[in-house]
Each structure stands twice: as C-alpha cells, then as structure tokens.
C-alpha cells in the first residue's frame, strides 16, 4: 500500500535534488527524510532514489511515483476549485418540486440569477402540494415550493420531518367574464357567487375552495374542472364560467376576463420546504432567500411578503 505522506517527500526530494532541501520544504530534518525514503522502498520493494555525493536522481520507479504524485496534486488542486465554486454557490445541482401558479412570477424570476450561471445545474418538477411533499421526503428534490391555506401556520404534519420557510401571502380573486355583471364591481362577497357556474379546480387546490365555499353556505356548481390556472381563465373568458383564483395565478395578461376583489378574501400561504435530516447545499439556501426577496418585490396585486 502507498503512503501518501512518503509519497509527498519523495516528490519534495525530486523537485530540491537533495535530502536536506526536500527537509527543508517539508519543515523536518534530513535524518527524517531519508527514514521516509528508505521505508517507502521497503514497502514497494525498489529503490526510488540513487544517493550519491553531490545529492540524489530518481530512479525509473522513482520518477514514476513522482508523476503519479504530481497528477495526483493538481487532481486535487481541480477538485478544490470545484469545492470552492460549489461553496459559493457557484456550480452544482439544484432540484425544485413548485405548484404551477407559482411559474407564473414567482419562481422564474427568483430561479433567474441561478440559471444564468454556466455551471448551476437547475431541476424543477411540477408538482401541486400534495404531491411535492413526498417527492422532498423521498429525497427527489432538494426545495419544495407549496401552498397552504386557512392559517398562517403550516400543517402540522410536515413540522417532524420538514422546515417551513414562509415566502408569500396571496388573496384570492373571483375571476370572471369581462361581459359578466360582476366585471364592473369594485369588490364582491364570497356568498354572491353560490348561484354561479364555475370553472373549478383539481386537488388540494379545489378541495380548499370547497372548504370556503361550504363556510359561506354553498356548494360550486363545475361547469369545467382543470389542474391548468390558465386554461381555467380561458374558458372564463369564453364564458363557461366564473373561478376563484389566487392572486399570482391571474392571467391579467389575458382578454376577456377581469379579476374582482373579494371581501374579507380567502388567503394562500406560501413557503418553501426542505428535510430537516439533510445538508442544504449553498443553491439552496440561495434561493430560498431569493424567493423571498422576489416576494418583497412582487408588484402583483393582492400579494404581500
């Protein structure tokens, strides 16, 4: 077996051209020197140096470890860079589970100053809430990006495994058709849309509209349902129905349709997840932080950090 420290004398030997040279490059005498030497022949079986009176030349051996050592020290040298690059938050991987809506502002311009870095590596899933929490706790991405409603506090159930950082606090919004007699208004009560047909939700996402709803007294009538916010504001705009969106999700880029204020409006919370049990790589604890100073500067109406 080679000793890399033996290894690091003979290179030292042969860069100084003498025993007491590579003795005084290492900070050691040159009796410990040679006590290197002579052990790392032993272990090998072949001398690596010839001494002789005007100092020592490496042999075939010799000047074979050496190159190998020196390749090994510039590999190292390589890797160190990388490492620091790495710790800087300069290179390196990045996988982010995110619920669509927030693709509409919120991530991209948060994810922008990562990706235009040459070596940064950046991965996003979409995923709603209930499927990204198990995507993080199974260890397929680094962050998840959820949303949760009712209470400023998270659900309880990821407090054992997961940390919560919280990023953003939304209104929802009742979205309807422009030609709709509601368009005109300045703000709307939850109640006035029970006699409505809606463009509805999947998932978590609807099951917590239906949770507002059943609080105001009504059941929504779907006329349509998608997981997709911007198809669901298409067929608003063709008439199909009204919706209820929160506020980074409003197409309020798209004809035909107006986003009204709603009185006393539902809220969305959101944050950002990773496992307690795991080290958070510098990427991400950058973008966590750049996720929240995108909130702070978010213009979107009906948002606030």
Known sequence: ?????????????????????????????????????????????VPVVTRGARGVT??????????AVDNLTGDLRHVERHLAAYADGDSGRLAIASFPSAGHSLLPLALAPLTRRPDVEVTVREAETEQAVPLLRAGEVDLALVYHNFTLDPPREWAADLHYTPVLHEEFFAVVPATHAFATRDRLRFGELADEWWVHGT????????AYCAAAGFRPKAACRSADTTFMQTMVAAGVGVAIMPAVAVARHLDGIVAVPIDEPPMRHVGVLHRRDRWQPPLAVEL?????????????????P
């Open 1 to 45: 077996m080679l000793d890399l420290n033996r290894l690091r004398v003979l290179q030292e030997v042969a860069r100084g051209g003498s025993f007491s040279a590579a003795a005084r490059a290492l900070h050691i005498t040159p009796s410990a020197v040679s006590q290197q030497i002579s052990a790392l022949e032993r272990g090998i079986g």
């Open 58 to 67: 490496l042999t075939d051996p010799g000047r074979l470890l050496v190159q």
């Open 203 to 210: 998932g978590l996402f609807a099951a917590q509209i239906d």
């Open 288 to 304: 966590v932080e750049l996720l929240g100073s995108t909130a702070r500067a978010l213009t979107v109406p009906g948002t606030r």
